[in-house]
């Protein structure tokens, strides 16, 4: 027979894990955004250093140099960014999936137990 006090429960944990993966999920965009604007306010302030440096610049060769060293520079700290920011992603999806991961697994038990295997032809 249905109950009711078992189902109210189970809406009421499924409701709570939805709302702190929102929350959770949320939060970890907010990172990746404050994250992604440090970096930009960063790559700006970088590139303005740079050019001011390289207008006061007498030589081809010291300009040539320098434009080489910030190309450079510019391209690490660029990867570095991109990892950290898929890194971050990754963890974001990791924790989103999280509270849907035993429910999950204990679905496709059911599954496996309740589907026959039909038998290998020869």
């Known amino acids: 027979?249905?109950?009711?006090?078992?189902?109210?429960?189970?809406?009421?944990?499924a409701v709570?894990?939805?709302?702190?993966?929102?929350?959770?999920?949320?939060?970890?965009f907010q990172a990746i955004a404050s994250e992604a604007a440090e970096y930009s306010k960063k790559s700006f302030q970088?590139?303005?250093?740079?050019?001011?440096?390289?207008?006061?610049?007498?030589?081809?060769e010291a300009a040539?140099?320098?434009?080489?060293?910030?190309?450079?520079?510019?391209?690490?700290?660029?990867?570095s960014e991109a990892t950290k920011l898929g890194e971050m992603y990754a963890d974001l999806a990791k924790n989103a999936y999280?509270?849907?991961?035993?429910?999950?697994?204990?679905?496709?038990?059911k599954v496996s137990k309740a589907t026959p295997v039909a038998p290998a032809a020869a």
């Open 98 to 109: 999280k509270p849907y991961e035993a429910p999950m697994a204990a679905a496709a038990a």
């Open 16 to 28: 709570d894990s939805m709302l702190k993966s929102y929350s959770d999920t949320a939060k970890g």
């Open 46 to 60: 970088d590139a303005v250093t740079h050019f001011e440096t390289l207008s006061g610049l007498k030589s081809f």
């Open 64 to 79: 040539f140099e320098l434009q080489t060293n910030y190309a450079k520079s510019s391209y690490e700290a660029f990867v």
């Open 1 to 13: 027979m249905f109950n009711f006090d078992d189902a109210n429960r189970k809406s009421k944990e």
